[in-house]
């Protein structure tokens, strides 16, 4: 099955920017999405943002619009999560999931398969 790679993160001060990349084994079918998510320590998970990969429809969580924006290159399988003003509420480790598009994109009981992960912290 298709693998996912998370890379770019690391620590920012407050009102930085970090460009995060999720890099596919494969190529991700396109009536799935690919979605970004954020667990900070004694947190439930949260969903950052998602993208359609039939449409490139987006969906971002409320504590990060107009922040946070995802692209994505086909030829490359790889999605971007492009995080501005970063913010330390921002730290966490940040996942990236894809799974069928069935709705709920920002919810991770969607998603079936996981990357392992990179550790964003930013420093006030």
């Known amino acids: 099955q298709v693998q996912l790679v998370e890379s770019g993160g690391g620590s920012v001060q407050a009102g930085g920017s970090l460009r995060l990349s999720c890099e596919a084994s494969e190529t991700i079918g396109f009536r799935n999405n690919l979605g970004w998510f954020r667990q900070a320590p004694g947190k439930e998970r949260e969903g950052v943002g998602a993208?359609?990969?039939?449409?490139?429809?987006?969906w971002y969580g409320d504590s990060v619009k107009g922040r946070f924006t995802i692209s994505r290159d086909i030829a490359k399988n790889t999605v971007y999560l492009q995080m501005n003003s970063l913010k330390p509420e921002d730290t966490g480790m940040y996942y990236c999931?894809?799974?069928?598009?069935?709705?709920?994109?920002?919810?991770?009981?969607?998603?079936?398969?996981w990357g392992q992960g990179t550790q964003v912290t930013v420093s006030s």
């Open positions: 999931a894809t799974g069928p598009f069935v709705g709920a994109p920002l919810s991770s009981s969607a998603y079936n398969i």
């Open positions: 993208i359609y990969l039939g449409s490139d429809s987006t």
